[in-house]
């Protein structure tokens, strides 16, 4: 089935490219052009749980326009916001899966879904606390190609402030909150190294923004504005690496009309003179999920910013 091939292919590149910079290899975006990568063409792999308690994806190739190849629906839980999805083998190499976390009423979850070569994806969940009830947006971190290594959970919340949690054996443990969050409203991380994550913002006002948050626990959020507006349309955004000069694809998903739009960002640097981005358009696709990640793997790390 389409989703177990993509991951696949998804591990495949990021064992080799593990510890290799992603950016743009070249410049892109007139009509025609591509942006292509070490491995062939970049692209977006974006998944979504439904209202109707399925789950749907689509592989987007930088394209303008973009193309886009769907993968097939498959039964999962109903959910009310999800962190990205993330491609890994059993610790024996005999199984493939995906896994993530999601929200649901006031509790988290964590999903582990075999993929099977020949069946149906088989999802199974496990609920990892309660207490998520004020929390509108969550995204996770996952910088695991050499120590020291970590695994955060960020959470947007309703009081204005951005939350991050670090993984803890099967679940998590608090490590403080920054205030100063109040209008922001989709996030999802542009970059995971040693020393800091980021997330990729916007605002109910439009704006879009980077925010680096040092992995040192007293350190404050680096922030820094990318645009002063057009971005109010997104309720969710979907990030992957393209290329070897840290620049990233961005699709950002418009959820009044189920539409995804479909960007290449250089390495971000603040505002437009230091960061560029180019509009491929919309996806030719319908985004009709709850809300919308990317499925990446384990083995990658996104380095955007």
Not at 44 to 53: L, Y
Not at 99 to 124: C, D, I, K, W
Not at 218 to 228: E, S
Request: some cysteine.
């Amino acid at each position: 089935m389409k989703l177990q091939r993509l991951a696949l292919v998804v591990a495949g590149v990021g064992l080799f490219a593990a510890s290799a910079a992603s950016g743009p290899a070249l410049a892109a975006g007139q009509p025609g052009h591509s942006a292509v990568g070490s491995f062939g063409p970049c692209f977006n792999s974006v998944v979504w749980p439904t209202a109707a308690n399925t789950a749907a994806g689509v592989d987007i190739t930088a394209h303008k326009p973009p193309r886009a190849t769907p993968y097939e629906l498959f039964n999962f839980f109903p959910t009310r916001y999800s962190a990205t999805w993330y491609t890994a083998w059993n610790a024996s190499g005999s199984q493939y899966y995906v896994y993530g976390l999601f929200l649901l009423g006031g509790n988290l979850y964590r999903h582990t879904t075999v993929l099977p070569e020949s069946f149906a994806p088989r999802p199974t969940v496990a609920k990892i606390g309660s207490g998520w009830t004020s929390f509108k947006a969550i995204a996770t971190s996952n910088y695991s190609i050499a120590p020291p290594r970590h695994a955060y959970l960020y959470g947007l919340n309703t009081n204005g402030s951005l939350y991050r949690y670090a993984q803890n054996g099967a679940g998590y443990r608090a490590l403080g909150s920054f205030a100063g969050f109040r209008g922001f409203k989709a996030m999802t991380v542009i970059s995971e190294t040693a020393t800091y994550d980021t997330l990729l913002m916007t605002t109910n006002a439009g704006a879009l923004y980077t925010i680096r948050i040092p992995v040192t626990a007293t350190a404050k959020p680096v922030v820094k504005l990318i645009r002063k507006s057009g971005w109010s349309a997104f309720e969710s955004l979907a990030v992957d690496g393209c290329g070897t000069r840290g620049g990233s694809l961005v699709v950002g998903v418009d959820h009044d009309t189920d539409s995804g739009y479909q960007y290449a960002f250089s390495k971000a640097n603040g505002t437009a003179t230091a960061t560029a981005i180019t509009s491929y358009g919309k996806v030719p696709a319908v985004f009709n999920g709850i809300n919308h990640v990317s499925y990446t793997s384990y083995y990658d790390q996104l380095v955007g910013e």
